[in-house]
T-cell receptor, first 108, second 114 residues
Framework: QKEVEQDPGPLSVPEGAIVSLNCTYS??????FMWYRQYSRKGPELLMY????GNKEDGRFTAQVDKSSKYISLFIRDSQPSDSATYLC????????FGAGTTVTVRA | DTGVSQDPRHKITKRGQNVTFRCDPI?????LYWYRQTLGQGPEFLTY????????KSRLLSDRFSAERPKGSFSTLEIQRTEQGDSAMYLC????????????FGSGTRLTVV
């Protein structure tokens, strides 16, 4: 069993919809939780990172962490075609462990 | 600062040849990581350095792989006797141990072994 599980999708939504992504993890040592966005043939780009359980908002993006359930989520409100990318969750305990990534397409 | 730089961007090599990749991290970052990413998968950890010391190597890193970070600055990843299964994107990231979560990735080197 992988340390980090993420549904690879793909996920296709109409412009303006809410995109919901999630990951589960098994390693209680993970302290920091990140979401990265990756465009084709590019390196991952950090979107958000959180430390504690709860919600964190940044513009149209909301990250949720539930340490008791070992579950994290990312919500993208008012999605745009430019949000089309692969979204990777990652967990940090001095090195990053990634999920498989979910490919999201936002249709204009 | 121009971020994390990786060179080359793309490398095509014949099976059995040796290849070397270079990573230049963000200058004030003391940690440097190498990851490998195959199609449809997230990046997998290979190894990391704190300054010039290589502190951990994944079991994914066979004896054909070697990484160095002389003087704690740039790093090189060498693959000897390449195999088709080595075809992947090799990503470098850097961070500072006093700023958790602050990993910055380069654009990667895409290796194709033919």
């Amino acid at each position: 069993q992988k340390e980090v599980e993420q549904d690879p999708g793909p996920l296709s939504v109409p412009e303006g919809a809410i995109v919901s992504l999630n990951c589960t993890y098994s390693n209680s040592a993970f302290q920091y939780f990140m979401w990265y966005r990756q465009y084709s043939r590019k390196g991952p780009e950090l979107l958000m990172y959180t430390y504690s359980s709860g919600n964190k908002e940044d513009g149209r993006f909301t990250a949720q962490v539930d340490k008791s359930s070992k579950y994290i989520s990312l919500f993208i409100r008012d999605s745009q075609p430019s949000d089309s990318a692969t979204y990777l969750c990652a967990m940090d305990d001095y090195k990053l462990s990634f999920g498989a990534g979910t490919t999201v397409t936002v249709r204009a | 600062d121009t971020g994390v730089s990786q060179d080359p961007r793309h490398k095509i090599t014949k099976r059995g040849q040796n290849v070397t990749f270079r990573c230049d991290p963000i200058s004030e970052h003391n940690r440097l990581y190498w990851y490998r990413q195959t199609l449809g998968q997230g990046p997998e950890f290979l190894t990391y350095f704190q300054n010039e010391a290589q502190l951990e190597k994944s079991r994914l890193l066979s004896d054909r792989f070697s990484a160095e970070r002389p003087k704690g600055s740039f790093s090189t990843l060498e693959i000897q006797r390449t195999e088709q299964g080595d075809s992947a994107m090799y990503l470098c990231a850097s961070s500072h141990d006093r700023r958790p979560g602050g990993y910055t990735f380069g654009s990667g080197t895409r290796l194709t072994v033919v």
